[in-house]
């Protein structure tokens, strides 16, 4: 079966310093893979995607980058964090665009 | 206007009721409905997946899709405390288009 990795589970970082959040998924080959924001009380905002190794998709400019060093490995990335950072970052994966889509528990960020 | 309109509660009903949940959407190209349960401070988890419209259920779930109204819902049947959660809402128009979501209702079960 399959299942995903995220860690850490929760993060309290100081502005201005490097941020790096990973994903694996097991079980499974060449899934499209996504990372999201939640922010309190709020929906889905859909981050980066990524439909193959090395190739990212953004949907927000930010101070935020990600990459996909493997197959099954989906890395959040910043090199400085703002406060506005701050949030729920969620990695998911699917087979296809419009699959459901299975999460991880999910990344809680505090930059303070 | 959003896509997806999903209002965010919260909701709260007695343990046992029936719980209706909502979202209406403005994308007549909508194809496949989902809703997920997300837990406090964890990742959503998919309830239900639906085609076109009609009805699906699972156990103590229903889902109901009305293509001619924009609306979608879910029923749960028999609440439980362990209901306790926020359901959010995705639609898509098919497999290579993004999921667009709902922002999320909040639902609490008093025992």
């Known amino acids: 079966s399959q299942t995903i990795h995220q860690w850490p589970a929760t993060l309290v970082q100081p502005v201005g310093s490097p941020l790096s959040l990973e994903c694996t998924v097991e079980g499974t080959s060449n899934p499209n893979l996504y990372w999201y924001r939640q922010a309190a009380g709020r929906g889905l905002q859909l981050l980066f995607y990524s439909v193959g190794i090395g190739q990212i998709s953004s949907e927000v400019p930010q101070n935020l980058s990600a990459s996909r060093p493997q197959d099954r490995q989906f890395i959040l990335s910043s090199k400085k964090l703002l406060l506005s950072d701050s949030g729920f970052y969620l990695c998911a994966w699917s087979h296809l665009w419009g699959d459901g889509y299975t999460f991880g528990s999910g990344t809680r960020l505090t930059v303070v | 206007q959003k896509e997806v309109e999903q209002d965010p509660g919260p909701l709260s009903v007695p343990e046992g009721a029936i719980v209706s949940l909502n979202c209406t959407y403005s994308n007549s190209a909508f194809q496949y409905f989902m809703w997920y349960r997300q837990y406090s401070r964890k990742g959503p988890e998919l309830l239900m997946y639906?085609?076109s419209s009609g009805n699906k259920e699972d156990g103590r779930f229903t889902a109901q899709v009305d293509k001619s109204s924009k609306y979608i819902s879910l029923f749960i049947r028999d609440s439980q405390p362990s209901d306790s959660a926020t359901y959010l809402c995705?639609?898509?128009?098919?497999?290579?288009?993004?999921?667009?979501w709902g922002a999320g209702t909040k639902l609490i079960i008093k025992p």
């Open positions: 639906t085609y």
């Open positions: 995705a639609m898509t128009r098919g497999s290579n288009y993004q999921l667009i």
